[in-house]
């Protein structure tokens, strides 16, 4: 069983459909029972860091997510949140990866940055298994994961940064995979059945 994490700040509905397309068995949850059985954890996110933070806390879901030993994927926000300290509204965040939230300069990109992007594989990984290296897929993000140890693929907006992660059982992209037509699902169904 997938469990998604619904905790007020997630891209939930989208994550639904793009389940069902590939017929899943799911549920949405915010309760720690939930998340601790389940076999994989899905972890949408849209919004702004602090909120979330909040809204994490406020479910007794932070600790949890800092120690779950599932396979677990975070999107977009839920990706930025592994990290250690966004400069959105000066949050520390789960800590999970040692890397830092930024936001593009916009003075030199418009912002949010939205839309297709490339993303470029550099290191191997189960979550792009049979996806080509430099496929586009959809962004809709004002902030990024620095590029770390941890990072598996990379986009350009600017400045290069994160557009995947690995590290143990933490997944996670910047862009969102429900919106990325057929190379989205692929990473869903690799996440699902490989990782």
């Not at 997938?2 to 017929?23: F, P």
């Not at 994989?40 to 779950?68: C, D």
């Not at 910047?174 to 692929?186: D, L, N, R």
Request: hydrophobic share 40%.
């Amino acid at each position: 069983m997938i469990t998604i994490i619904d905790y007020g700040a997630g891209n939930v509905q989208s994550v639904k459909n793009a389940l069902d397309d590939i017929n899943v068995e799911y549920q949405v949850s915010s309760a720690e029972f939930a998340v601790c059985n389940a076999d994989k954890v899905i972890f949408p996110g849209v919004g702004e860091a602090a909120s979330a933070m909040q809204k994490l806390n406020l479910y007794n879901l932070s600790n949890l997510l800092r120690i779950i030993k599932k396979p677990i994927l975070g999107i977009c926000l839920g990706m930025q949140l592994f990290g250690k300290h966004s400069t959105e509204r000066d949050t520390n965040c789960l800590g999970v990866i040692d890397a830092n939230v930024f936001k593009f300069d916009e003075s030199k990109v418009t912002v949010p940055h939205m839309g297709w992007n490339k993303v470029e594989v550099v290191k191997e990984n189960k979550l792009f298994d049979g996806i080509d290296d430099n496929t586009y897929f959809y962004f809709a993000n004002s902030y990024y994961l620095e590029n770390n140890e941890h990072t598996i693929a990379t986009a350009k907006h600017d400045v290069e940064f994160t557009a995947a992660i690995e590290y143990k059982n933490y997944y996670g992209v910047q862009f969102h995979p429900e919106k990325s037509a057929e190379a989205g699902i692929k990473l869903l169904k690799n996440f699902i059945e490989l990782c």
